[in-house]
């Protein structure tokens, strides 16, 4: 770990980006230099003549000089039997524009020859353990999404435009990638046409920026690609507020057999304008990797994705799209399809979340089990809160999954609350209503029989007067769902204690629980 790194990124209050080159492919997957990937496909093209030739019409403009071999690559690929078994593979996509045929062979190429270097075994694996926020790149090889799998790819610059990204977890590949041949940008017509969008582009990167520090790797200070998107991103921010940047832009130069060093520089960007950055010289990648693995994350990745994703989305529609959780971040597994409202057991959040629940809360999860409620937070922090005071709430439930109720739904041990003694002959309506006791078991079997011969207010009182062994649950729920629509009938007592009842017989009672 470098001392001097950890300190620059400690003042952060968040974890860095990745912005990174082609220089990385190079180094972790042997892949050429540009030049070097158009020339090597040029042998096996069938192209005829020398590349050479090609190359000198370009004044070295590798964007034309692909533009050029496109164009001459067209129809060969369309006609030789050499491309025949790529031709019925790819000929719906490849007949949507001129340069997918050039697209579709470099891409195959590209996933043909790359191979993981295992002189840089260590500093892939130090890589992995990076604490960071999210990957920005140029490249179009499927290196950093297989290191970090975790992570949402973006691919192509329409796609970050018009998504939702949150910019936790993400990688854009804003030069598109080989899985998706029509994305990438290799043409001189696919440079105009990203340079004419940069300034939506560098709106979108422009939050990232001003919020996160930002570690180019793979890149030359003088590369043109690089400088034309942080000469975008500039434009956006006042020259007052540029030396604001300085410390979140840390480019990375490899050189050859230097010793790691972290000084002040500058980029210099067109229209001669001068941008403050940190550079780090060194021959080995290791001490920055490494660096990073140290940086803190208290929350996983890919569950702080779905709590900000959770955020943005309530705020956008004012409602939640689904159930809100709020839980000890071990209770959360990564394929959970709620939305998390996350806390840890021994701070705040979680102890205040469950101290907050009201007892209409734990009924509506009783009849509709809807809530995800933590059964050993409701114990241990909901229950002491509210039941004094308060004569009817139904937690059996709840103790029954802790494992805190006998056979006959005694409690095993002493707890922060008792139990109410005369269970369940508490849950009866007034005195008024049992001298109708006799009356109502002869007159009526089941629980349908009495929401059917009365109102809701009387089948409230009624219902408790059967035996409670002839007592259908499903009726009975079905029952106390529909007092849910009806804000007077569900504060009254009555409809409580009916539901205290129904809790009790399904889960106080060891046989009915497991029912």
């Known amino acids: 770990m470098n001392s001097e790194l950890f300190d620059h990124l400690k ?107 295992k002189e840089y075994d260590k500093e892939i694996e130090l890589l992995k353990t990076s604490v960071i926020d999210g990957i920005i790149t140029t490249n179009w090889d499927s290196f950093l999404e297989e290191n970090f799998s975790d992570f949402n790819i973006y691919i ?98 490899w050189k050859k057999d230097a010793e790691f060093e972290i000084k002040d520089s500058s980029i210099k960007l067109p229209d001669n304008k001068v941008l403050p950055i940190k550079l780090i010289i060194t021959d080995s990648f290791e001490p920055i990797f490494e660096t990073l693995s140290t940086l803190k994350r208290q929350i996983p990745i890919k569950i702080l994705r779905k709590l900000k994703n959770s955020v943005v989305e309530f705020v956008k529609s004012n409602k939640p799209t689904s159930q809100v959780f709020v839980a000890d971040i071990n209770t959360i597994t990564d394929d959970s399809l709620i939305e998390y409202a996350i806390g840890v057991a021994s701070q705040l959040l979680s102890t205040q979340g469950y101290k907050s629940i009201e007892t209409i809360d734990i009924i509506e999860d009783i009849l509709n089990d809807n809530k995800n409620f933590n059964s050993k937070l409701l114990v241990e922090n909901t229950f002491p809160k509210i039941i004094k005071g308060n004569s009817f709430i139904p937690l059996y439930k709840y103790l029954r999954k802790e494992n805190l109720l006998t056979k006959t739904g005694t409690l095993k041990s002493k707890n922060k609350f008792e139990l109410k003694k005369n269970t369940p002959n508490c849950f009866l309506p007034p005195i008024g209503c049992i001298k109708k006791q006799t009356e109502i078991r002869r007159n009526h079997k089941d629980v349908n029989s009495i929401i059917n011969s009365f109102d809701v207010s009387h089948s409230l009182n009624y219902i408790p007067l059967l035996d409670f062994k002839t007592i259908n649950l499903n009726q009975l729920l079905k029952f106390l769902r529909s007092c849910l629509n009806d804000e007077t009938i569900k504060t009254s007592s009555n409809f409580r204690k009916l539901v205290c009842l129904y809790d009790y017989l399904k889960f106080g009672i060891e046989n009915n629980a497991s029912s």
Request: net charge negative.
């Open 156 to 253: 192509g610059q329409q796609e970050l435009l018009f998504s939702e990204a949150i910019s936790i977890g993400e990688i854009y590949k804003i030069h598109g990638c080989v899985t998706r041949p029509e994305t990438l940008i290799l043409t001189e017509e696919d440079y105009l046409d990203f340079n004419s969008k940069n300034a939506y582009l560098a709106a979108k990167l422009l939050t990232i920026f001003v919020e996160h520090p930002i570690i180019f790797i793979g890149y030359s200070l003088s590369d043109n690609n690089i400088q034309q998107i942080i000469d975008s991103i500039v434009k956006c921010v006042e020259p007052k507020n540029l030396d604001k940047l300085k410390n979140r832009l840390i480019f990375v130069e």
């Open 11 to 117: 003042d952060f209050t968040t974890n860095p980006y990745l912005f990174i080159g082609s220089g990385f492919s190079r180094r972790y997957l042997n892949l050429p230099t540009w030049e070097e990937l158009l020339s090597n496909f040029f042998l096996v093209s069938s192209i005829e003549g020398e590349f050479e030739y090609y190359k000198s019409k370009c004044n070295s403009n590798l964007p034309l000089l692909a533009s050029n071999l496109s164009n001459e690559f067209h129809e060969i690929w369309w006609k030789n039997d050499l491309f025949k078994a790529n031709r019925s593979v790819n000929k719906t996509l490849a007949s949507e524009g001129m340069n997918l045929p050039l697209k579709i062979e470099i891409s195959n190429y590209i996933k043909s020859i790359q191979s993981i270097s």
